[in-house]
């Protein structure tokens, strides 16, 4: 069965680096996300992206945050300069026809912040 | 309460018995999912039931949405141990690639 993966699974950085995290997508979806979850909190929506581009981004992602489909399989996202509060699982999800349909999440890439 | 707000928020049961959880959310959906999670791992998608469908099953999970009260609940039949994780409800209130919204999740037990 397809599955969304992701790259690195773990990652240690020092406050202040750049990081990129990445996905690679089922290969019939359009439409992709990045979520974030705090140790110990709820899952939380940083943004989506459809046809090359954010369709919707939440509070959280600010001018920090930038997303990307470099090719016809990766999804990145990069964190300009890591703040300390960065640290967190982020997970990618893709679906094939949008929100109407069912989000399939990745293993996660679980990100620290020294 | 907050959009997708689950509860119990622990709920420890013995092997053999059902689990419910409950999920409450605010404002209109379109649909509502059900994911578990596994202690520091991914989300497993379980279920997505749409506004206008009242009830699903998919082998011993059933999962209710009742619109009128906003609620939605997720029942786990015959419980085993390897059900033990947290369990999230998610909702998707708009149109297009919006992104879902999640509760804090009920943290399942199922003791041997």
């Known amino acids: 069965e397809p599955e969304v993966t992701q790259t690195p699974s773990h990652q240690v950085t020092q406050m202040g680096q750049e990081v990129i995290l990445r996905c690679v997508p089922i290969?019939?979806?359009?439409?992709f996300y990045w979520y974030r979850q705090i140790l110990g909190q709820k899952v939380e929506f940083l943004v989506s992206f459809y046809n090359n581009e954010i369709s919707e981004k939440s509070e959280i992602f600010d001018d920090q945050f930038s997303v990307e489909r470099p090719d016809g399989s990766n999804f990145t996202l990069k964190i300009r300069s890591t703040k300390l509060e960065d640290s967190a699982m982020y997970f990618c999800?893709?679906?094939?026809?949008?929100?109407?349909?069912?989000?399939?999440f990745g293993p996660g890439t679980r990100l620290l912040v020294l | 309460s907050q959009q997708g707000e689950e509860d119990p928020q622990a709920l420890s049961i013995q092997e053999g018995e059902n689990a419910t959880m409950n999920c409450s959310y605010k404002t209109s959906i379109n649909n509502l999912q059900w994911y578990r999670q596994n202690s520091g791992r991914g989300l497993v998608h379980l279920i997505l039931i749409r506004s206008n469908e009242r009830e699903k099953h998919s082998g011993r999970l059933r999962v209710t949405l009742d619109t009128s009260k906003k609620s939605s609940s997720l029942l786990i039949t015959a419980s085993r141990a390897a059900d033990t994780a947290s369990y999230f409800c998610a909702t998707r209130t708009g149109g297009g690639a919006d992104g879902l919204t999640f509760g804090k999740g009920t943290h399942l037990i199922i003791q041997p």
């Open positions: 999800a893709s679906t094939e026809q949008g929100a109407k349909e069912t989000q399939y």
């Open positions: 290969s019939n979806h359009l439409y």
